[in-house]
């Protein structure tokens, strides 16, 4: 019988698969749960988590008070792990795996999206830089303090894994975060990740591409026939105005995104299930072993991705809109980081417990754990708060 939220049983996974019942276990041993999978119980205890619940106002590319449509880093989450469980299943591997790397992706993210991140790394270069990848390791193996017994979330080794080079294998000189963490417990940086962890990464490109172009169509940063020379976009948007002539605006936009989804999905399956089919992997272990990724697209969409990205760069991540909210941001998050580790008297009172004993390298972590923890409006509140003399404070 098939499990109650409709996932693969253990035994209809492929051989390929990470199979919750060959886990390497969490750093802290504990009772299993008898109803869930101890992937499943990873997702749940990422869902459930306060780093979670900011994502609802940590934004993508827009700030939050520009409008309540675009997309935030909980809905893109969501997205990506819609994807990234539809694309489990067709290959028969582990959809809760899939779903939890894809929930905690952004955990680690800054507010104001990449800008953020931008600013918080410039003024931590002294010491260590800043990683948002890294952070999400962070935060799950120690800032969530929500259990009597360990700090972190205590999920699988196969979650953390995917987490933290669901990119690729990691070499050379690593982000402190990352570092500090695979010094004591070794997570294999420089093998490929598990299945479902490349599916998660790209699940993140193919949910990003299509609602960066709804939101980027839908603020007016460009049209649908500025898309028309974009290799991907310019097949869709003409088979769709064949079809519906008449169709407004907001459904084709809507149509455009759905069938960009579609097209990216059934790309990554094709060239997925072909390399798939030359590797014959037998083991999770030899698909970290490969040379190269089992879950790719195409070398034709590849270079179609590169095509939108650059138009996507130059039309909406440098539009003069977003560069001057950037610019903004990018001020706010150096400015509290200055103040914060030059006064640590200033931070809140559950920050400030010890932070002033602390040398300047580890007052500047602790600095930049609370700033990235922050939501958006939050970040601006809390600065014009320290640096507008007429707001009372509180």
Same mark, same amino acid.
């Given at each position: 019988m098939s499990p109650?939220?409709?996932s693969l049983?253990?035994?209809?996974?492929?051989?390929? &698969?990470?199979?919750?019942a060959?886990?390497?276990?969490?750093?802290?041993p504990?009772?299993?749960?008898?109803t869930r999978?101890?992937?499943q119980?990873?997702?749940?205890?990422?869902?459930?988590?306060? $780093?979670?619940?900011?994502?609802?106002?940590?934004?993508?590319?827009?700030?939050?008070?520009?409008g309540?449509?675009?997309?935030?880093?909980?809905?893109?989450?969501?997205e990506v792990?819609q994807?990234? !469980?539809?694309l489990?299943?067709?290959?028969?591997? *582990?959809?809760d795996l899939?779903? &939890?790397?894809?929930?905690?992706?952004?955990?680690?993210?800054?507010?104001f999206g990449?800008?953020?991140?931008?600013?918080l790394?410039?003024a931590?270069?002294p010491?260590g830089g800043?990683d948002?990848?890294?952070?999400t390791?962070?935060?799950i193996t120690?800032?969530?303090?929500?259990?009597a /017994?360990f700090?972190?979330?205590?999920?699988?080794?196969?979650t953390l894994e995917?987490?933290?080079?669901?990119?690729?294998?990691?070499?050379?000189?690593?982000?402190? $975060?990352?570092?500090?963490?695979t010094?004591?417990?070794?997570l294999?940086?420089?093998?490929?990740?598990?299945?479902e962890?490349?599916?998660?990464?790209?699940?993140?490109?193919?949910?990003?591409?299509?609602h960066?172009? *709804?939101?980027?169509l839908? @603020?007016?940063?460009?049209?649908?026939?500025?898309?028309?020379?974009?290799?991907?976009?310019g097949?869709?948007i003409?088979?769709?105005?064949?079809?519906?002539?008449q169709?407004?605006?907001?459904?084709?936009?809507?149509e455009?995104?759905?069938r960009l989804?579609?097209?990216?999905?059934?790309?990554l399956? @094709?060239?997925t299930?072909?390399?798939?089919?030359? $590797?014959?992997? !037998?083991?999770?272990?030899?698909v970290? /072993?490969q040379?190269a990724?089992l879950?790719a697209?195409s070398?034709?969409?590849? $270079?179609d991705?590169? @095509?939108?990205?650059?138009?996507l760069?130059?039309?909406m991540y440098?539009h003069?809109?977003?560069?001057?909210?950037?610019?903004?941001?990018?001020?706010v998050?150096?400015?509290?980081f200055?103040?914060y580790?030059?006064?640590p008297?200033?931070?809140?009172?559950?920050?400030?417990?010890? &932070?002033?004993q602390?040398?300047?390298?580890m007052? &500047?972590?602790?600095?930049?754990?609370?700033?990235?923890?922050?939501?958006?409006?939050?970040?601006l509140?809390?600065?014009?708060?320290l640096y507008?003399?007429?707001?009372?404070?509180?």
């Amino acid at each position: 019988m098939s499990p109650a939220d409709g996932s693969l049983p253990a035994s209809s996974l492929a051989p390929y &698969a990470c199979h919750p019942a060959l886990t390497r276990g969490r750093v802290f041993p504990e009772d299993e749960s008898p109803t869930r999978t101890v992937f499943q119980r990873d997702r749940d205890r990422i869902i459930h988590s306060g $780093a979670f619940r900011r994502l609802k106002h940590k934004t993508q590319v827009f700030v939050y008070h520009e409008g309540d449509y675009y997309r935030t880093r909980l809905t893109h989450s969501l997205e990506v792990a819609q994807i990234a !469980r539809s694309l489990a299943r067709s290959l028969s591997v *582990d959809e809760d795996l899939a779903e &939890a790397l894809s929930l905690a992706h952004d955990l680690g993210h800054t507010p104001f999206g990449h800008a953020g991140e931008e600013s918080l790394d410039e003024a931590m270069q002294p010491h260590g830089g800043f990683d948002h990848n890294g952070q999400t390791l962070r935060i799950i193996t120690e800032l969530e303090a929500r259990y009597a /017994e360990f700090d972190g979330l205590n999920l699988t080794w196969e979650t953390l894994e995917g987490i933290a080079k669901h990119n690729g294998p990691l070499t050379g000189e690593l982000p402190w $975060a990352l570092n500090e963490y695979t010094s004591r417990y070794d997570l294999e940086l420089h093998t490929w990740p598990g299945i479902e962890a490349q599916i998660a990464a790209l699940s993140d490109d193919i949910a990003y591409h299509s609602h960066d172009v *709804d939101d980027g169509l839908r @603020a007016g940063l460009f049209t649908t026939e500025d898309l028309s020379d974009v290799p991907i976009l310019g097949p869709i948007i003409g088979e769709v105005r064949k079809r519906y002539p008449q169709l407004e605006n907001s459904r084709l936009f809507h149509e455009t995104g759905r069938r960009l989804i579609n097209v990216m999905v059934n790309d990554l399956l @094709a060239e997925t299930g072909r390399r798939i089919s030359d $590797a014959r992997p !037998r083991s999770i272990d030899e698909v970290r /072993e490969q040379g190269a990724p089992l879950v790719a697209f195409s070398d034709t969409l590849e $270079a179609d991705n590169r @095509a939108l990205k650059e138009f996507l760069f130059e039309r909406m991540y440098r539009h003069y809109r977003v560069n001057r909210m950037t610019s903004k941001a990018r001020r706010v998050v150096a400015d509290l980081f200055t103040l914060y580790v030059d006064e640590p008297e200033c931070l809140p009172e559950e920050w400030r417990s010890g &932070a002033e004993q602390l040398d300047r390298t580890m007052r &500047a972590r602790h600095v930049a754990d609370y700033i990235a923890g922050m939501t958006d409006r939050f970040a601006l509140d809390e600065h014009r708060r320290l640096y507008d003399v007429y707001e009372e404070n509180r």
